[in-house]
């Protein structure tokens, strides 16, 4: 899928203003991820570090590949570093072994995708943004979305599978099955 | 590959596919559903691609984005200082804007202006006078009509700026003391909506409010205030 994300990454290695739209795209999604990760007044501190890394490494970047991806790797690995450092005084060796296994990757790789959902979701007509909208983020059911929209049940309906289909085309849902 | 076109609806019921997974369907029609899909590869294909992006959906809700305006500012040496981005700058300003307009609705300046009855025919209960937040000067009201499940919210504004890009306005009900809100609906170009708001909801907010969100898939209040009123 062609992300905004993948138009910022296509600028990274030789655009410095990329970087800070780089920041301002994928910031809330890296300092999120990372409050899972590193104790919640540290997680900026690990955020910063992250930028700076994307900074220096960009030029190994590869803009076929997903930045949010990229990014989150990084994100990573600097927050294990920060646990490493930090470990012999407070952090129980289970937590340092989540960050670093298994499970570690799989969150990184939830947020990854979280974000391309939440700009997909972006690149639906309002009609069906909305339902989808309200119904996921919102955790309305569709008669309570019809109520709160004023429209009648069946148009909550189509709107919800339309938007569900036009997802899963934007997504590349079809050719992941 | 799962089937790339979408079948007809008009012979399988796939608007009724989501609410399937939720389990809102009513059982009548849930068994009517269930009984298509036991036969019809087609639905069972169409059902596979809803499951996944629903999951998706779901867990993308669940998973905690920071909110922008707690994005420290970005200490690289090397990247060129500039402008923050326009989402963030401009939803660090309104923040001061949101507290001074709480502060307003607490010493009550804006208010309830009186029960009218247009001579139109809807009764109208509560008319709100709606000001502006610097730097923003507009003004509007936001009018309650009729009752029960029926009432409606007619919204007037005048002077706002039209939005930049694919940005647009939208309509709130706040409660100011516990920061609790939800959206009424987008506020059309013209600055005139009329939005249906049952009293049993509006009944849970003291406060109308007006703001400028980016076109960005985020169901969450921007934080870019630019009109307040109290309904009470």
Redesign the interface.
């Known amino acids: 899928m062609e992300t905004p994300a993948a138009g910022i990454g296509a600028r990274l290695s030789d655009d410095p203003a990329a970087l800070e739209d780089c920041y301002a795209a994928l910031g809330p999604m890296v300092l999120g991820y990372l409050r899972r990760l590193v104790p919640r007044d540290e997680a900026e501190d690990v955020l910063q570090r992250t930028f700076v890394e994307v900074w220096r490494s960009r030029a190994r970047y590869d803009p076929t590949r997903s930045l949010e991806a990229w990014v989150l790797g990084i994100a990573r690995k600097r927050a294990i570093d920060h646990l490493r450092r930090r470990h012999a005084e407070i952090v129980p060796i289970e937590d340092l072994r989540e960050v670093a296994g298994d499970d570690g990757r799989a969150l990184a790789d939830r947020y990854a995708r979280a974000a391309q959902v939440r700009d997909a979701l972006q690149r639906l007509p309002r009609e069906q943004r909305e339902v989808l909208a309200l119904a996921y983020f919102g955790d309305c059911t569709q008669v309570e979305v019809s109520e709160r929209l004023g429209v009648p049940l069946g148009t909550v309906k189509a709107r919800t599978f339309r938007g569900l289909r036009r997802l899963a085309t934007l997504l590349d849902v079809e050719a992941t099955s | 590959?799962?089937?790339?076109t979408?079948p007809e609806?008009d012979e399988h019921p796939?608007?009724?596919?989501?609410?399937l997974l939720?389990g809102?369907l009513p059982p009548a029609r849930d068994a009517q559903v269930g009984e298509h899909l036991a036969g019809c590869d087609t639905c069972r294909r169409?059902l596979?691609?809803?499951a996944?992006?629903?999951s998706?959906?779901?867990?993308?809700?669940r998973?905690?984005?920071?909110?922008?305006v707690?994005?420290?500012p970005?200490?690289?040496?090397?990247?060129?200082r500039?402008t923050?981005?326009r989402?963030?700058a401009g939803r660090g300003r309104p923040l001061a804007a949101a507290a001074a307009a709480a502060a307003v609705l607490a010493g009550g300046a804006a208010g309830l202006v009186a029960l009218l009855d247009r001579g139109g025919g809807e009764q109208v209960t509560a008319t709100v006078a709606l000001r502006p937040l610097p730097p923003v000067a507009a003004s509007g009201t936001a009018t309650m009509e009729g009752h029960g499940?029926g009432q409606r919210m007619v919204v007037d504004v005048h002077g706002l700026p039209a939005p930049p890009g694919r940005a647009f306005y939208e309509v709130w009900l706040l409660d100011p003391a516990s920061g609790r809100m939800?959206?009424v609906?987008?506020l059309p170009p013209d600055g005139h909506g009329s939005?249906?708001v049952?009293a049993q909801v509006a009944g849970g907010y003291q406060a109308v409010d007006v703001s400028l969100e980016p076109?960005?898939?985020?169901?969450?209040h921007s934080k870019d205030s630019v009109l307040r009123g109290s309904i009470s």
């Open positions: 590959m799962i089937g790339s979408v609806r796939l608007d009724d596919l989501p609410a939720s809102e169409e596979a691609v809803v996944r992006v629903s998706w959906l779901q867990d993308a809700a998973l905690p984005f920071a909110e922008p707690e994005l420290p970005l200490r690289t040496p090397r990247a060129r500039r923050r981005s989402r963030w499940a939800v959206a609906g987008v939005f249906n049952p076109d960005d898939g985020n169901p969450a």
